[in-house]
């Protein structure tokens, strides 16, 4: 039988592995368009 | 109540996070936010556009996050709400609380630094008016709740339009004015169909409190002045020939699928079919209308 405390310990993890997933891809795209902004910027002489 | 208080052992799914932004709700606002960005007279940089719809949605996604956080009570006693991540027990109200500001907040900072600061102090009046008038002092209080709270609704092009230009002119204060108007019978002619459950909920829409006759005139009431907001671009010279004719078209069989709507009774057993059909046909309706402004404004 299984272990409810063990279940919950892993559905914890599972959980937090995937929000650190998701919070690391949604910095690199937040990274990657504060690049684009200011190549954007810079272009137009706007920085 | 189901409306867990405190916070959970298990932290809530990232998915939650994304059903609190009303996903559905923000196509829409992405839309007519991105519409009113094109139909502008000039042109905004890809990059920059990006970002000023991302901030669009990212600011109807807070507002969306902060009226599930406010109205978990409320959403526990309808159906169609039942489900949310609040009252469903999957996340706890501050962290609701904490992602809907903390959205807010970025998404305002992004669009004053990146884009301008008239589009800012546009989107900051939108989720204010959203979560303070409509959803904490509104929709509790009066049935003419959704005709003001329309109003926050009716931004997304404005704030488009700002975001390209830097101001803001006639066109998108009547783009403002079309998607304010139409919100009334687009509302009420859902309220009409799903009245068990506002008013078993407490909340006064109008078939509750005025009852389903005065909605019904109601829902004709309003579909007169949306009807001339939305075809009086055309012969003020705003826009071309094409929005003309689909305005004209289009409006005209809203106007008919509301007088329907405006003109009956429901009996017992109803349907309530033309109710439906008004409701679906109105949604298309929005798309339309900023899909045609948009063709028009680029082919000419």
New interface residues.
């Given amino acids: 039988m299984n272990d409810p405390r063990r279940d919950d310990e892993d559905l914890i993890r599972k959980r937090q592995r995937s929000r650190s997933i998701v919070m690391a891809l949604l910095l690199g795209a937040f990274v990657i368009l504060m690049f684009g902004i200011s190549i954007v910027k810079i272009k137009a002489g706007m920085l | 109540m189901t409306t867990v208080d405190h916070p959970l052992?298990?932290?809530?799914?990232?998915r939650d996070f994304l059903a609190l932004t009303k996903p559905r709700v923000m196509t829409l606002v992405v839309f007519t936010g991105l519409c009113g960005m094109l139909a502008a007279p000039q042109a905004i940089?890809p990059?920059?556009g990006?970002?000023a719809v991302?901030c669009i949605a990212l600011g109807a996604g807070a507002a969306g996050a902060l009226n599930m956080w406010y109205e978990a009570d409320l959403d526990a006693q309808m159906k169609r709400t039942r489900g949310r991540p609040l009252p469903a027990g999957r996340m706890d109200r501050q962290s609701a609380l904490h992602f809907g500001v903390g959205l807010a907040v970025f998404s305002v900072l992004l669009m004053g630094l990146?884009i301008n600061l008239i589009a800012a102090a546009i989107l900051t009046a939108s989720i204010l008016f959203y979560v303070i008038i409509y959803t904490v002092w509104l929709k509790r209080r009066t049935p003419q709740n959704i005709v003001i709270g329309g109003a926050a609704g009716a931004f997304p092009p404005l704030i488009g339009w700002a975001a390209a230009t830097g101001q803001v002119t006639l066109l998108p204060f009547l783009l403002f004015a079309l998607v304010f108007l139409w919100t009334p019978p687009h509302f009420w002619a859902l309220a009409l169909f799903v009245k068990t459950d506002y008013a078993n909920a407490g909340v006064p829409m109008l078939p509750v409190v005025a009852g389903e006759r005065t909605t019904r005139h109601q829902i004709g009431l309003y579909t007169i002045p949306m009807a001339a907001v939305a075809v009086v671009p055309w012969p003020l010279g705003l826009t071309g020939p094409i929005y003309g004719a689909v305005s004209i078209v289009a409006t005209a069989f809203f106007a008919l699928l509301a007088a329907r709507v405006a003109l009956r009774m429901a009996a017992d057993g109803d349907t309530m079919a033309p109710e439906k059909r008004l409701f679906g046909y109105s949604v298309a309706y929005l798309f339309i209308m900023f899909g045609a402004l948009v063709v028009d404004r680029w082919v000419a």
Avoid: G, Q, V
């Avoid at chain 2, 052992?9 to 990232?14: F, G, R």
């Fill in positions: 052992a298990i932290p809530a799914d990232w940089d990059i920059l990006f970002t991302l990146a």
